[in-house]
């Protein structure tokens, strides 16, 4: 076991960390902080699905600076993550979607973003959250659902100052 | 909305997020994710150079061509070294200021310039002989290249320096800059980057016996 096997993954693990917290370098700080756990806890790990152990380790490196940052309100949170990646495509939907995760609750847009652009199963998922199947598919098809109403322009942001009035 | 309406708006939401960040996927990595492996250096130095024969192979597929490396301090050793490839390499009259004829001299003389006991590593039998070498100034003070070339006139340079203090202790390593490929390592007296403008495998061939020469 070394450093060479987690290398593959690292392109996915800064896929998911951009699509998670928006900003490029906080997101490869995320990603820096996940390989050098993953590095240490080596020696925890059971030969089975590498992926899920290494997203399970950005999952805890994420909750973590989470709460560090969390010393106010979650509206810190949302500020940083308006410094969103700049899209190669400007497609409505895309710009649309953007916004749209900014609008999930981080615990939804892990979940969303694990099955819609990694491909997990409910069960990989689970075991990277710490969470069971069934919270795992009840907070996937909120997040879903908040994303669909974005796409479709019916909108509620959670940032009050952004909120669209119906 | 019914079950299929579902579906098509699920498989929207995932093609969104697709063209919204696959581009990610295939951006170079920052250096500093192939460069900090604490766990993994000390066992590197431990295995020597089955390590590095490792590294080297699980290295090369990873690596995309005409992608560089991106840098996080102003010009990390592999790029001083490229830099100096592209600069004394096409030289025709003047590649070196020392002649490999006077190999014990050139020796002395850049050791003592760079105040590290150089060794030369022979590269015969990888088909590239020494021409000589030269001193060059680095961030903090003389560096030595080495210049070697084969029978068709190809050249790779040897880069020996003295780290620089962005410059962290790391096993073998690949980049590219400028179509320059260098194949890199630095320990805790010496930076070592062999350059040359071929192709990766032949490199990576002439790179490992440097690397198990100087680290014998």
Known sequence: MDYNQIVPFIPNLRRYARALVGDRDAADDLVQDTLERAV?????????????????????????????????????????????????????????????????????????????????????????LGIPIGTVMSRLSRGREKLRKFMAGDVTRTNPSLRIVQ | MTEAEDRAQYADQNAALHRLFDPVLTEPLPARMYMRRPAWHGYARAAGLLVAGIAIGLALPLLRPAQGVTVATAAPLPIRAARAHLVYSP??????????????????????????????????????????????????????????????????????????????????????????????????????????????????????????????
């Not at chain 1, 020696?43 to 089975?48: Q, V």
């Open chain 2, 91 to 216: 030289e025709v009259r003047h590649p070196v200021e020392v002649d490999a004829k006077d190999q014990d001299h050139l020796v002395k003389w850049l050791s003592k310039r760079l105040g590290l006991p150089l060794k030369v590593p022979v590269l015969a039998t990888e088909g590239f002989e020494l021409l000589g070498g030269r001193l060059l100034p680095g961030p903090d003070g003389p560096v030595a290249q080495f210049m070697y070339q084969d029978a068709s006139g190809k050249r790779l340079t040897l880069y020996v320096s003295r780290p620089h203090a962005g410059d962290k202790v790391t096993a073998f390593r690949f980049a590219q800059d400028n179509g320059v490929s260098v194949f890199y390592w630095i320990d805790d007296d010496c930076g070592y980057a062999l350059s040359g403008e071929v192709d990766k495998p032949t490199l990576a061939r002439v790179a490992n016996s440097v690397y198990h020469q100087i680290e014998q």
């Open chain 1, 40 to 128: 240490r806890k080596f020696h925890l790990w059971r030969p089975g699905d590498l992926r899920a152990w290494l997203f399970s380790i950005m999952h805890n490196v994420f909750v973590n600076q989470l709460k560090g940052r969390k010393t106010g309100t979650h509206v810190e949170i949302d500020e940083n993550m308006v410094a969103a990646p700049i899209p190669t495509a400007t497609s409505v939907d895309v710009l649309d979607m953007q916004r749209g995760l900014q609008a999930l609750v981080p615990e939804q847009r892990e979940v969303v973003l694990l099955v819609a652009l990694e491909d997990m199963s409910y069960a990989d998922v689970s075991r990277a």
